[in-house]
Nanobody, 120 residues
Framework: QVQLAESGGGLVQAGGSLRLSCVAS???????????MGWYRQAPGLQRELVAT???????NYADFAKGRFTISKDVNSKMVHLQMNSLEAEDTAVYYCYLRLWKQDNDYWGQGTQVTVSS
């Protein structure tokens, strides 16, 4: 099994910053290698969308809206991923989900989500 636990969401004023963290655990995770971890978000009435991902080698991918404002990083042991979000806007309000795909596997794993609310 794989468990993803997110933290760091909350309420912030526009222009402020938040740092999200996600830690992976579980027997399946401990027996495999992280392939890709990242963050998606879903706002009310909208589809879930990519925010940013990072591979086990450190290659990153960002949605256009995240470029220049958000930074994804991971710990050396690749068990944790972080999302530093700066210059937040009201449009960034959403539930942010941690995502994991193990190396050479097709299963996708998701956290339960953490709410980010940006007040204008």
């Amino acid at each position: 099994q794989v468990q993803l636990a997110e933290s760091g969401g909350g309420l912030v004023q526009a222009g402020g910053s938040l740092r999200l963290s996600c830690v992976a655990s579980g027997r399946t995770f401990s027996r495999n290698i992280m392939g890709v971890m990242g963050w998606y978000r879903q706002a009310p009435g909208l589809q879930r969308e990519l925010v940013a991902t990072i591979t086990r080698l450190g290659d990153t991918n960002y949605a256009d809206f995240a470029k220049g404002r958000f930074t994804i990083s991971k710990d050396v042991n690749s068990k944790m991923v972080h999302l530093q979000m700066n210059s937040l806007e009201a449009e960034d309000t959403a539930v942010y989900y941690c995502y994991l795909r193990l190396w050479k596997q097709d299963n996708d794993y998701w956290g339960q989500g953490t709410q980010v609310t940006v007040s204008s």
